[in-house]
């Protein structure tokens, strides 16, 4: 069965800092991974996708992720953090033939001015 | 740009009472999700609905949880009767429905429900 797990529920970083969300998914075939982002009392957005077509993904608002499939992970990062970027941000995945999304946990973003 | 929309935003109820909850997808999306996030936690499927037709309703707990998508358009997820524990953000999502791709699920506002 497919998993997420998202290392730390909290992370706090000054504006202008290096951000890095971390991920690790576990599934018994390539997975399809996404990563959302929730600002307080909306639904989720989508920062980007993970197809298989590269490793490295580009996402909107700055982010990246690279895919590592010896590490089974997925992590998130932006070179330099805005504080605006203040949101929680979730990691989910999802098998090839099902449509069914599984999210992690989740982490809060704070960005200290 | 097309947005999922969801109505009520917010909704305080007492115990006891039937809530109900109302989406509407993207235009032209075949498949539409229900999720349930409780506070502090990642979203998880309730239902999830192929044009009208029920594809996954595992999690759905259906002696007080019932959905419908009688036109294969919007949706309604009701609830009765309301618990405290169901106090939670009732998310609705909708996508394209073409298998076999990372198929992008577009999510809308969500409906956050307060059971008193």
């Known amino acids: 069965a497919q998993s997420v797990t998202q290392l730390g529920s909290h992370v706090s970083v000054s504006e202008g800092a290096l951000v890095l969300l971390r991920c690790n998914y576990s599934?018994?075939?390539?997975?399809?991974l996404f990563w959302y982002v929730q600002y307080p009392n909306q639904g989720l957005q989508l920062l980007l996708k993970?197809?298989?077509?590269?490793?490295l993904v580009k996402g909107i608002n700055g982010f990246e992720a690279e895919f590592k499939k010896s590490e089974t992970s997925f992590h998130l990062t932006k070179p330099s953090a805005h504080m605006s970027d203040a949101a929680e941000y979730f990691c989910?995945?999802?098998?090839?033939?099902?449509?069914?999304?599984?999210f992690g946990k989740g982490t809060k973003l704070t960005v200290n001015p | 740009e097309a947005e999922v929309a969801q109505s009520p935003r917010y909704k305080i109820t007492e115990k006891s009472q039937a809530v109900a909850f109302w989406c509407d997808p993207i235009?032209?999306?075949?498949?539409l999700y229900w999720y349930r996030q409780i506070l502090g936690q990642g979203p998880e499927l309730l239902v999830q609905?192929?044009?009208?037709?029920?594809?996954?309703d595992s999690q759905l707990p259906k002696d007080r949880f019932s959905a419908e998508r009688l036109k294969g358009v919007d949706s309604t997820l009701k609830i009765q009767p309301a618990e405290l524990g169901d106090s939670a953000m009732y998310l609705c999502?909708?996508?394209?429905?073409?298998?076999?791709?990372?198929?992008?699920?577009?999510f809308g506002p969500g409906t956050r429900l307060t059971v008193l």
């Open positions: 999502a909708s996508s394209t429905g073409l298998a076999g791709v990372a198929d992008t699920q577009y």
């Open positions: 599934s018994s075939v390539p997975p399809y």
């Open positions: 993970y197809t298989s077509a590269a490793t």
């Open positions: 989910a995945v999802k098998e090839g033939g099902s449509e069914k999304l599984v």
């Open positions: 235009s032209g999306h075949a498949t």
């Open positions: 609905f192929q044009d009208e037709s029920v594809v996954d």
